[in-house]
């Protein structure tokens, strides 16, 4: 479950900060490659890395968890949504690699 639910709230925050991938790894001190991994469900993030994240996009590590919902959101609907939302980050994925090579 928490494994489902831990890359879409990352990516979900990264989102609303209005930050891209590169900016975030940037201000954090992390490999945006890495922070690909952790929004894509290829690495899971330690405890530590979960709390900087949490702290930097202002969110609680209970609503990366999955355990608190966003008004109006149920937990089965976003895993109703969750492949669109990984295609969607695989997209993204590939663009900031690319940017990066460049």
Same mark, same amino acid.
């Given at each position: @479950?928490?494994?489902?639910?831990?890359?879409?709230? *990352?990516?979900?925050?990264?989102?609303?900060?209005?930050? /891209?991938? &590169?900016?975030?790894?940037?201000?954090?001190?992390?490999?945006?490659? &890495?922070? /690909?991994?952790?929004? /894509? =469900?290829?690495? &899971?993030?330690?405890?530590?890395?979960? !709390?900087?994240?949490?702290?930097?996009? !202002?969110?609680?590590?209970?609503?990366?968890? !999955?355990?608190?919902?966003?008004?109006? /959101?149920?937990?089965?609907?976003? *895993?109703?949504?969750?492949?669109?939302?990984?295609?969607? @980050?695989?997209?993204?994925?590939?663009?900031?690699?690319?940017?990066? =090579?460049?």
């Amino acid at each position: @479950m928490y494994k489902e639910i831990i890359p879409i709230r *990352l990516k979900e925050a990264r989102k609303r900060s209005g930050l /891209t991938q &590169t900016e975030v790894a940037k201000l954090l001190g992390l490999k945006q490659g &890495t922070l /690909t991994n952790y929004e /894509t =469900a290829k690495i &899971t993030p330690s405890a530590e890395v979960l !709390g900087k994240l949490a702290e930097f996009y !202002g969110v609680s590590l209970d609503w990366i968890f !999955g355990l608190v919902q966003p008004q109006g /959101t149920s937990y089965q609907k976003e *895993l109703q949504n969750r492949d669109s939302i990984l295609k969607d @980050m695989e997209r993204e994925a590939k663009r900031e690699s690319r940017k990066v =090579a460049i």
